[in-house]
């Protein structure tokens, strides 16, 4: 019985063991496979997966309130071909790529037809199942492409194997691009518009399954698995791009002059708060202006003067005084604590009424009523601005918003000398647009509305969401108010520092603004200013206002009435050249034409115009076919155009008609966007020109301003 159960014994360890080596085996094998032969194989599992893929949306446009487009998404298609594919056999490829070869050549002249003949050929023999045809073709292209042999039996049957993508176009370039945003490449984000609506925009994207042929090339399955995706809706903005232009050119026109560090300017409705043009400039390393800032919305600064106006807006609401009262400033120096105020000049004998002191920008005399109305409670001052709303930000879609810094007694950096410095726009600081949003009140008869950029959101075509002006406050003072601190600034322009605009066709109110900059630790110096304007026009019925301000000029001048006036001056002026409703029954002179600053075309048919309008020109030496005409004081000089085969010519300016003519003469395909005149095109002046190649012009409507010029003969 022992021998039994020794044996038996002996056969159970002979069975675990065998169990223990198989065991052991398995997980040896486990240690190879997961370790030295892991990446072989998950490669192996990786050629093998097929997955949905993400297809992106197309993203929307941004159009100004025109209807012009300011941004949009082009698609582009890289088109490949799966030569491999099990579903064309060899005969009907054969017989069918002569053909294919000949019709790729003929659409896009990059090839000779036995080119593609010999590719197409040496990519089925290979088996290459990813083969590449042609990259960047346009949506147009492709219809044509997918009618060509082979291909037309479809989606997959025909081995056709399209990869959309888009690229983001301004067609008006550099027009309030840092407004309407881009995508920034470090932070991956949008800013500006395409930032705030970047949801709207974006759309919602739909799914592909596709499967691994080769190393990390992936193609379609099926169609019947395929979700369309969702296009991102449209946003139509407040900018009109034509105002744009005009705001942009003058503000840079300036800042050259003056060479200036950079400026903003902006224009705005009055009465709803919509911004028809911001144009932000700055000067980058090689010396040139772009919008590299939004500076009217992120760049809080010390305004100076043109903060006078809250002042008086906190003193007037008080009833602690008249603007006929009289205030005594002296030879123009006044000293608080352990500081000095001074005016820029003396006013009269010293003895001057409150409406003087704020029409001359007297620091003396501004900051002595202040000081006498609240010296002894001072939070009664800063409760005044707070209740107007100037320590809150404005709330606009675009983000970058700085907050304004408004301080009050208990503000730990409150001074013995901080009240009267407030008074005059030092130790506070706000935002162009923020000081804009004040004298808008004020035009407005004491309503404040929030500027804003978009008007409605529309979703093919049909609007989904529309935006109405927001009132920030209802009444930042009363309208008796209103009208005094109208008739204060209708002063300025009248009698004060603001005199340059007073010849104007219409009437303009405003106040000017010369601020020192403190740089940096170092404090305030007698080289870094910041000239501002801000006002609105016509004054009896105001429509629009404005602010320019621009900062640290380099050539002497710096007072804003030199320097920001001339800008808001020419904005105003063609602004109302081409308001016909806000112009009150004013006539032009007898010799007055409505003309474009300049423009482009076919000589005779400019000469056969300006012959019948009367105005001089300028004869042209040159025998040039195209020309440009160009205001010059009273009469106009002709440029010639070039026109060359090998570099696209500038079309800016140029009817339709003869952009379209010229550019296909030139053997270029021209395609249409918006109407009007030439505003932008794509390729950019200068280009090389490529025969066959699309050209993009984008027009916008015509801007005709008053001309009046010396008749002929």
């Not at 002059?257 to 390393?285: D, F, P, S, Y």
């Not at 730990?412 to 410095?421: A, E, G, H, R």
């Not at 984008?698 to 005709?704: D, K, M």
Request: aromatic share 10%.
């Amino acid at each position: 019985m022992s021998e039994m159960k020794k044996d038996i014994l002996w056969r159970v360890i002979l069975v675990y063991a065998f169990i223990f080596l198989v065991a052991v085996a398995i997980i040896a094998k486990v240690i190879i496979i997961q370790f030295p032969q892991g990446k072989e194989w998950k490669e192996i599992a990786t050629e093998e997966k097929i997955h949905f893929e993400t297809v992106e949306a197309q993203r929307g446009n941004i159009y100004d309130c025109q209807g012009n487009i300011l941004a949009s998404s082009i698609p582009i298609f890289d088109l490949r071909m799966d030569a491999a594919s099990t579903e064309i056999s060899d005969d009907y490829f054969y017989a069918r790529v002569d053909s294919l070869a000949w019709y790729l050549s003929d659409l896009f002249k990059d090839r000779t037809k036995f080119e593609y003949l010999k590719e197409l050929k040496q990519a089925r023999e290979s088996g290459n199942r990813y083969f590449l045809v042609k990259r960047k073709i346009t949506y147009e292209e492709l219809n044509k492409v997918r009618h060509f042999p082979i291909f037309e039996l479809g989606r997959y049957a025909g081995g056709l194997i399209v990869e959309e993508y888009s690229r983001r176009e301004m067609p008006f370039d550099v027009l309030a691009s840092r407004t309407i945003g881009y995508q920034s490449e470090e932070a991956g984000v949008y800013v500006g518009l395409e930032g705030a609506y970047n949801t709207q925009l974006q759309g919602v994207g739909g799914q592909r399954l596709v499967k691994k042929i080769a190393s990390g090339i992936w193609v379609p399955v099926s169609e019947e698995y395929d979700l369309e995706p969702q296009h991102g809706d449209d946003l139509i903005t407040t900018i009109d791009v034509v105002l744009q232009d005009v705001a942009e050119h003058a503000l840079m026109k300036q800042l050259e002059e003056q060479e200036a560090e950079h400026g903003c300017a902006v224009l705005m409705e009055v009465k709803t708060g919509r911004i028809k043009a911001i144009a932000n400039l700055g000067r980058n390393a090689e010396g040139f202006y772009e919008e590299d800032y939004n500076y009217a919305i992120g760049e809080g600064a010390e305004p100076g003067s043109v903060f006078k106006l809250a002042s008086m807006m906190v003193i007037l609401n008080d009833h602690k005084i008249k603007t006929t009262d009289e205030i005594f400033t002296g030879n123009g120096i006044t000293h608080y604590a352990n500081r000095t105020m001074r005016d820029v000049h003396s006013i009269g004998d010293g003895h001057i009424t409150v409406k003087e002191a704020f029409e001359h920008s007297s620091n003396v005399g501004i900051s002595r009523i202040i000081w006498n109305a609240y010296q002894d409670n001072p939070g009664k001052y800063t409760d005044g601005l707070y209740a107007i709303g100037l320590n809150k930000s404005l709330g606009v879609e675009i983000a970058g918003e700085a907050q304004p810094l408004i301080k009050n007694p208990q503000s730990s950096s409150w001074s013995k000398v901080t009240l009267p410095w407030m008074s005059v726009g030092y130790e506070v600081k706000l935002t162009p647009l923020q000081i804009l949003t004040l004298y808008n009140a004020v035009a407005n008869n004491g309503k404040m509305v929030r500027p804003s950029f978009v008007r409605e959101i529309r979703r093919s075509g049909q609007t989904i969401q529309t935006f109405e002006p927001v009132v920030l406050n209802p009444s930042v003072c009363s309208e008796d108010v209103a009208r005094e601190l109208k008739r204060l600034l209708e002063g300025v322009v009248e009698n004060g520092t603001g005199k340059s605009l007073s010849d104007a066709r219409y009437r303009i109110a405003g106040k000017t603004g010369t601020a020192q900059v403190a740089d940096n630790d170092s404090g305030y110096n007698k080289k870094n200013y910041k000239a501002s304007f801000v006002g609105y026009f016509p004054a009896e019925d105001p429509a629009y206002s404005c602010i320019v301000v621009v900062t640290n000029p380099t050539k002497g001048v710096y007072y804003g009435s030199q320097i920001a006036a001339p800008v808001f001056r020419e904005i105003a002026d063609k602004v109302y050249a081409t308001r016909l409703d806000i112009q009150s029954g004013t006539e032009m002179p007898r010799d007055t034409v409505m003309l474009p600053d300049t423009a482009r075309g076919y000589r005779s048919d400019l000469d056969l115009i300006y012959g019948m309008l009367g105005p001089k020109v300028n004869p042209l030496r040159q025998d040039t076919a195209w020309v440009m005409s160009v205001r010059e004081k009273d009469h106009l000089r002709y440029r010639g155009i070039i026109v060359s085969d090998t570099a696209v010519p500038d079309m800016r300016g140029m009817g339709a008609r003869d952009a379209i003519f010229l550019m296909e003469s030139l053997g270029m395909k021209p395609r249409i966007v918006g109407k009007g005149r030439v505003a932008s095109q794509m390729p950019a002046p200068g280009s090389p020109l490529q025969k066959g190649d699309y050209i993009i012009l984008t027009l916008s409507p015509t801007l005709n301003l008053p001309f009046t010029h010396d008749t002929v003969g």
